[in-house]
Each structure stands twice: as structure tokens, then as C-alpha cells.
């Protein structure tokens, strides 16, 4: 522990004058929700906003050294950040504190100078970040500073737990939420999804359960907050048996990290046998096609004693099969499934090994959801062969492997031109099922890119499969065939909000849906900001009361948003969503992006009887229907009307004969002045009647569509 010049510290403090006391609240104050709020999702503190005083000892310091050494050992870029906990170990104990303005006004704060095992009382404001980490944002307006109330022998124990206290099944478990904060021990334990880039990794138990390495401590990082001259971490490889993993729980979207802090917080004892570079000698498989099996596999420290492929045929009994030695290259074996008789069967298959000292590794270490797999077929491929993951891991059978696919355009990059770093897309789809879309890549050697395709294009191309940020693509396209232009597109498929709701990535009932057109209907706008302020990433949430379900708007060509630029509340052009707007139908294609599956509609017309919620707060004293505006309109118009109380409101657009074309909107309003965006996309030019129908009012009025 650094030495600090404690009674100095305490004289400083006691010569400060604090302009307003703020009550002292405890970490569970701040944390603590009941069991009903965590089924729901992961709420916000009941203190969100407060500006409060709390008391708890530092597990991790911020600086490495306050005098000579302020780099920050958490990493949170310019600013300051510590994990601390409540000292009694209990539970909903553990919190953030993060001062996020370090020049040197506010450095009176004194955060610099706490040290791990001191119990410090702050002064700050609850915030949550990205609507998963409850933090504490150290007051500085006035500047306020940290209180050393007492500093313990050592800070507290981690907590004994298992992974299965954070996922059972595959399935996050959200009372886990009582652990956010808290320093943590994991045991036994086998490391995949090796990251080089940034020293991350996940911890699993071989039964589909898993967790993410965080690696947000200097000590633990080859990124550049790597504390370069006092670690020498490197990745594990995949595989890696982990004796233990300590460190502090972070909640996010996707899943539980943990976040070792200090050197020694990661124990491995040896290194198991690496197995890599896996591949099946044929990429489209036809029945009775024996398929060979190869692999890279070594061992750092001794030799590789065995290899087996072990494979399964439709979900049967396992076989094992012994892997081959190569001669000319002892680093790799191979082995050979013998062929499959049955037309669409399923094989999956993983690989282990065994080195000199008994040591085993698995590849994929999760062999419930993992598994790498290929399909029997007698037939050309198809875009459902090449997006089925049953498993759950979402990665395609074909993945890293050349097919050719046809389907139709269903999202060009004028549908989809994107925003920041996400960049333009395109998509094909061959029919309405699940499964049946796919994203277009952009690399392109020598041919058409895929943004010279339009929507409607039936196209035949040749690519590479590729899972690129969880998302499968067909990229480094060879060829691309146009047969048509102007095909009609695929019906977008009804799916309930609640089945995509917040998933994971990968997860069967919502990845079945991705790069799909997709149809949400009779939804309403639950929060116009899904990741809520300060930040606007341009999402919302929108449910047709099954669950939530992410919108992006910032991707698609249309003029509906959520002010994620502010510039367009003033824009006459554009249309702001608010809490409470109602969709009669929603359409768009599938993402999954920044751990979220998300809704992102193309062009306007995506937007079906969109009601825009009470205006105003003024009560109409009659009922009233407005002309449309504009009139004569192409395609869009907007409608007003007003009710005086609560009604079942119905909205009808009929033809010249009296024949309905359309119900806009059925359904109970508020009393108030309402409007509605009627889209006429799909109806010809010509004179049209539309009506309303509230209690015993009703009205009709004439307008015009003109193409």
C-alpha cells in the first residue's frame, strides 16, 4: 500500500467548508431492487439523479502512484475511476465511483489519493451508464472531496461464486445483479474467444454457460492503457484451464463481466494443448461424402499426446474418432467422418486434445452452443442453409467457406445509408420465412460492389461467409448476376416484439430473424430514447405489449427520429417520436449491433398510421376531424382530429365505390388534439374518403393522392 501523508489529508479536509449537506445513504440504498423490478430488465437506481453521500473501501486505486505515477490503473479515459464496496461483504454492495473532470480545478477532489482498503466516504451524483452500471459521479459543482474515514488491514475477501450464479442453461440470470460492483472470485474455469487485440477472453463451464474478462485494468491489457512496464499479461489461449479469476462484476447488455484488477487476480498453472485453424476439406456436403477433419495443434510446453475429432449425426450419440499425426507437418492432425446417407442431416463435432503432462483443451470450449457443424444436402445451397445456427452461437455451418446464393434485394444503400461507424448496407432475402436474409459485404475484388445493387434486383452471387461483430455476411463477392430489376420484394414477416426484446446474440428465437424483413404491428413508442440520457444513440424502444424491442432510426433513409440530433426538432422535414406515439405497423430489416438485435426501417413507407401522442395539454370541448395536410399529397399526409374524453377511436380511408382500402388506427385514445401520418405507398392515384368514428361521433372527408 502507497504511503500518503494521512494527517496532512485529514487537515485539508478539516478546513473545508461544505456550502450544503447531503444525506448519507449506504451502496445498498443506491443498488438494491426487488426481485419484481429485476424480472422485468435491468432498472435504474430508485436514487438515479441524487446527489448523496456514501461510504465504502476502495478495492482498486485510480492512479498507480499519486506521487510521480498518475496513470490510471481502471481505464476510463481522462478520468478518474474506482470500484468500492460496502466492508460488510454484503450483497447490492459493490459501486463505481468515477470523477470525470481531473484538470487541475478539480483536482482538490483528493480522488488521486485513495488507496486500496481505505474506507472513503464521497460526495456525488447517481448516474447509470448505458442503462446497465450504476455509478457515482463525484460532485464538483462545488468541487467536493473524498473523506478517509478509516483504512482496514486489507480490502475485503471476493466473493466465492460460479458462473452458473450468472448464466444457467445459456440463460443470464438477473438476480445476479445483486453482484454488480463486487469483487468476485471464479473457480475452475476454461478460457475461449481469445481477443488479441484487446487481451479479452470469456470464462465458461463447458456446459454453455460463460462470462466476459473485462479487460479494463491496466494490469490486464494489451491495449493502450496497458501499464506496459509493471504487467506482463498476455491473452490466454483458447482452451486455457483457469484455476481462478478474481475481480469486480461490470453489468452490460450481452451478458456479466468480470474485471480483474490487480497482478495475480488470473491464475493459470500450465497451458493445455492449442488446437486452431479448423477446417473440413468440402464446403457443400452431399450425402455419403466422407468429410475430412483438420487442425492445427501444439503445445508450449511439452507435446501433444492425443487429438479426437468427437461428432454427432442429427443430435445422436457421440463417436470419437482418433486424429492423425501429419509427417511433414507434426503440428497437424486430421481425421475423417464418414459419409452421411440422409439428406439434411446435421453433423456437429468438436476436438480435443491431451498433452504430456494430462492437460485437455476443447475446441469450441462450449460444446452446447459452439459446436462447429455442417448440413448433408442433395441440392443447391440457399440463404437458410447458409444463416441456420441451431445451436445458438449464430455462426453459419459455411462459415469462411465459398457459396453462391439468389435471392432479391429487399435494402440497398439508399434504404440503409447508415450514420457514424455504421456504415451503408445492403440485403438479399429469397423468401418470408425465418432464416431467409442475408447482408451483402462490400469488398469486392474486381467485380460490382453490392452498393450498386438496388432493392428489387434478383441477384445470384458468389462470395465468402464470413461472422463479422456477430452479424453473417456473404463478402468477397467473385460475381454478381442481375437476372431482374424490380421483383416484387419478400412480405415482411409479423414477429411480437417480445421476441427479439433485449437478446443475445445468437440466441435462436430472435437470430432466425436476422438481416430479415420483419413487421412489427400495433406498436407503441415505450422510450423515445432506449439508452436514455445523456447519451442518444438514436434508439427506442417500442412494444406491442409482449416486451420491448430496439428501433434503430439513425440508419435508415426516413424522416423519423428521436432528436438524436436536435437540429431536426426544428426541421419541418422531419417527424419526432415521442413517449406514447402508436405504429400501426413498423417494418424494417434485422440488425445486431453493439449488443443488441435492433429494428432498422428503410425508407418512410416503413412507417404505416403512425399517431403521434397528445399535442397538447388543452382539452377540446367538441369533437373534430381537420382536412389532411398537404392535399393533394405523394405518398404521406398528416391527420388531425380531436376528442373531448376517452374513446375507441377507428380511422378508415375509403375508395371512390365505398369499398374500405385501409383501417389507419383502431384503438382507445386519451382525451386530446392527435394526428396521424397516413402512408398511401401501396394505393394508386385518385380521390379518397377517410373517416372517423369515436363513440357516437363520426365524419368523413375527401383528399387527394396524386403519384
Known sequence: MRIKFIIGLFFVFASMAFAQEYPLVTIQDIQYLPDSVIAVGDAPSPL???????????????????????????????????????????????????????????????????????????????SEYLN????????????????????????????????????????????????????????????????????????????????????????????????????????????????????????????????PLYPGDIHITATPPIISNIRRDIALVTPNQPIQISAKVMDLDGYVQSAQVKYRVSGGARVTLNMTKSLSDTTMFTATIPGVSSDSAIVDFYLTATDNNGLSSINPSDTVKGNFFYMVLNRPVTIQDVQYSPFGSGFSAYNGYKVSLNGIVTADTSDLPGLGSTGPRVYMQNNSGPWSGIMIGGSKPGVSTSFE?????????????????NVTRIDSIESVTVHSANNTLPSAVEVQTGTIGTKASGVVEAEQWESVLIAYKNVTVTDENADGPPSNFGEMFVSDNSGNARVELQDGANKYHNSWDPNMNENPLFVKVTDGTTIGELRGILFFSFSFYKLAPRKDDDFISVVLDVEDETIPNDYGLTQNYPNPFNPSTTIRYSIPKEEFVTLRVFNLLGQEVKTIYQGTQRAGNHSIM??????PSGVYFYSIQAGNYSEVKKMMLMK
Open 453 to 469: 445493387l438496388r432493392r428489387g434486383d434478383n441477384i445470384t452471387l458468389t462470395g465468402v461467409i464470413n461472422e463479422n461483430f
Open 48 to 126: 438515479l439523479g441524487d446527489t448523496v453521500r456514501v461510504r465504502g473501501v476502495i478495492m482498486v486505486a485510480p492512479v498507480v502512484n499519486p506521487i510521480g505515477d498518475r496513470r490510471r490503473i481502471v481505464a476510463a479515459g481522462a478520468r478518474w475511476y474506482t470500484y468500492f464496496q460496502d466492508p460488510n461483504g454484503q450483497v447490492w454492495g459493490g459501486l463505481v465511483a468515477i470523477q470525470n473532470d481531473t484538470s487541475e480545478v478539480n483536482q482538490q477532489t483528493f480522488f488521486y489519493l485513495a488507496d486500496t482498503a481505505q474506507v472513503i466516504e464521497f460526495t456525488g451524483v447517481i
Open 678 to 683: 397516413f402512408n398511401a405507398t401501396q394505393l
Open 132 to 259: 446497465n452500471t450504476t455509478q457515482l459521479d463525484l460532485l464538483l459543482n462545488p468541487v467536493t472531496p473524498i473523506q478517509i474515514i478509516e483504512t482496514l488491514p486489507k480490502r475485503p475477501d471476493p466473493i466465492e461464486l460460479s458462473i452458473t450464479d450468472f448464466m444457467n442453461n445459456g440463460q443470464l440470470i438477473k438476480q445476479a445483479e445483486k453482484y454488480e460492483g463486487m469483487y468476485v472470485v471464479i473457480r475452475n474455469s476454461i478460457s475461449s474467444d481469445r481477443n488479441t487485440s484487446s487481451g479479452t477472453f470469456k470464462i465458461n463451464d463447458g456446459q454453455g454457460n460463460s462470462m466476459f474478462m473485462y479487460d479494463q485494468s491496466g494490469f490486464f491489457t494489451v491495449r493502450a492503457h496497458r501499464l506496459t512496464d509493471l504487467t506482463t499479461y498476455q491473452t490466454p489461449q483458447d482452451g486455457t484451464p483457469i484455476n481462478f479469476i478474481r475481480g469486480t462484476v461490470h453489468t452490460r447488455a450481452d451478458g456479466y463481466y468480470i474485471v
